[in-house]
T-cell receptor, first 112, second 115 residues
């Protein structure tokens, strides 16, 4: 069935360094890829998304890249800050469906 | 705008008790979803409602029922709670956009413990 693999499951970086989280999807028809940040005790919040007609998208310190041939996409956070510490989820959505397939999450710790 | 509102925030039940989790959104979204989140397993879809008047099973529907009461409200019912249903439950909603798929917006969850 449809699947999204997310790596790593945990990631620790020093404040100011970059962090990269990678996801691989199985359904080649997927055309929408959101990334969510979940802080403790809260629901997931959308931080950036990308559609399949675009290879890269940036929003300040956050960027997402998409490689449709390899069926993988990545989240890049530059100049990390302690407030970036959270769990991050990727997801993939095929066209014509109402569903997302979520990755299992990455716990990011930014060490001051 | 409040976005997606879930009630209650916390609940403890005994095995066999029933309960309804409430969800409401004020963004005029067509689609609504119920997920459960367990450690190490990400978000798993229980049920969803593509539009008012329709509901469909997700990945883990057993032991749950849903009602799409109107466009704003989508409730999740546990008829006979079991310890395996101890989890954090999230409701989400999604609109339809001309540019293709749209993001889901999540509530802050209901933390449910079944003893």
């Amino acid at each position: 069935g449809e699947n999204v693999e997310q790596h790593p499951s945990t990631l620790s970086v020093q404040e100011g360094d970059s962090a990269v989280i990678k996801c691989t999807y199985s359904d080649s028809a997927s055309n929408y890829f959101p990334w969510y940040k979940q802080e403790l005790g809260k629901g997931p919040q959308l931080i950036i998304d990308i559609r399949s007609n675009v290879g890269e998208k940036k929003d300040q310190r956050i960027a997402v890249t998409l490689n449709k041939t390899a069926k993988h996409f990545s989240l890049h956070i530059t100049e990390t800050q302690p407030e970036d510490s959270a769990v991050y989820f990727c997801a993939a959505s095929p066209p014509g469906t109402y569903k997302y397939i979520f990755g299992t999450g990455t716990r990011l710790k930014v060490l001051a | 705008n409040a976005g997606v509102t879930q009630t209650p925030k916390f609940q403890v039940l005994k095995t066999g008790q029933s309960m309804t989790l409430q969800c409401a959104q004020d963004m005029n979204h067509n689609s609504m979803y119920w997920y459960r989140q367990d450690p190490g397993m990400g978000l798993r879809l229980i049920y969803y409602s593509a539009s008012e008047g329709t509901t469909d099973k997700g990945e883990v529907p057993n032991g749950y029922n849903v009602s799409r009461l109107n466009k704003r409200e989508f409730s999740l019912r546990l008829e006979s709670a079991a310890p395996s249903q101890t989890s954090v439950y999230f409701c989400a909603s999604k609109g339809q956009g001309a540019t293709g798929n749209q993001p889901q917006h999540f509530g802050d969850g209901t933390r449910l413990s079944i003893l």
